[in-house]
Nanobody
Framework: VQLQASGGGSVQPGESLRLSCTISGFSIEDYDIGWFRQAPGNEREGISHSAASDGSTEYADSVKGRFFISRDSAKNTAFLDMNNLKPEDTAVYYC??????????????????WGQGTLVTVSS
């Protein structure tokens, strides 16, 4: 089982990025997917969740309306589209997966599998 996060980089405020989370070893259709981030000196923050059961999504208030999670079953890949990026979005971003059906998908504790993280830097 492996999750590979990619797509991070350095951008200016207001720009966009798409993060990818490529999954091997299981079908993305059977797992809830979450995106988390951790800025230097801060705790890991749950920012988005996609439910396997019904495709519902949830977002942290800090990214609501700017970030969008999606999944492509054919590619076995999850995505996080990040728009109107702000300097406070600078962090290492992680994708995670769990076989549990989560009520609160922004809580990191139930997630069993984690990607290695990809760095996003937003600076002018």
């Amino acid at each position: 089982v492996q999750l590979q996060a990619s797509g991070g980089g350095s951008v200016q405020p207001g720009e966009s990025l798409r993060l990818s989370c490529t999954i091997s070893g299981f079908s993305i259709e059977d797992y809830d997917i979450g995106w988390f981030r951790q800025a230097p000196g801060n705790e890991r923050e749950g920012i988005s969740h996609s439910a396997a059961s019904d495709g519902s999504t949830e977002y942290a208030d800090s990214v609501k309306g700017r970030f969008f999670i999606s999944r492509d079953s054919a590619k076995n890949t999850a995505f996080l589209d990040m728009n109107n990026l702000k300097p406070e979005d600078t962090a290492v971003y992680y994708c995670a997966a769990t076989g549990w059906r989560l009520v609160n998908g922004l809580d990191a504790r139930p997630y069993e599998y984690w990607g290695q993280g990809t760095l996003v830097t937003v600076s002018s």
